[in-house]
């Protein structure tokens, strides 16, 4: 784990097994936000969101891998949040691509397509907390932020082998947001 960057998660997970659940969330890094002062008010609130929505996803995907999935054939929290993820942007709030960031991904469409997602999966692997850019598309700003996913607990390689292989953690995948600037 370097420096601490994506140890939250695996911390998390750590504080979520030990049965302390929600009540010490309060130790999740902030260093990631704290990276890149806010000139900006609109982008500091798209980016405080993002944080939110990171804290509130990766929270309930550990707390539903380890209270509801059981072996391989049981509906993985990341099929159940595909389907989450589609019902947030159909309702027009925010994007959400679930990414891998291995090579061997369960789903092909889970791969980094555009130049963002390349760019972020790089980066992540190479340590850094979190990657971002700001785009333009029609006139309107939009944030994009990737986030890392390490294997935070033994029962993910139930499903991926291919987990085995990363180191403590290193990213496997990340979750890469998109929101408008508001
Ligand atoms: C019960 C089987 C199962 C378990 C356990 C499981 N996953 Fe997955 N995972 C899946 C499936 C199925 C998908 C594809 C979901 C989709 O895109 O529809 C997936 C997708 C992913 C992806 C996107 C890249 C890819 O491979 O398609 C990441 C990253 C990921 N899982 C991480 C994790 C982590 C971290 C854990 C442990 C907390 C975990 N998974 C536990 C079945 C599982």
Redesign the pocket.
Known sequence: MTGGKSSWFAGLAGVVLAGLGCLSLGFVESSWAQEKPAADPAVARARKQVQMLDDLYKTA??LI?EHY?KE?S?L????AF?ALFKAMKDKGYHEVR???ATGE???E??KPQDDFEKAAIKALKAGKANYEEIVTEDGAKYLRIATP?P???K??T???DNYNAAKPGEA??ALGYKLKIE
């Open positions: 995907i550990v891998t999935v391989d049981d993985a929290a990341g099929s595909q679930l990414l891998d991904p369960y789903e469409k889970n996913i294997v935070v607990m029962k993910c139930l499903c991926h496997i995948g």
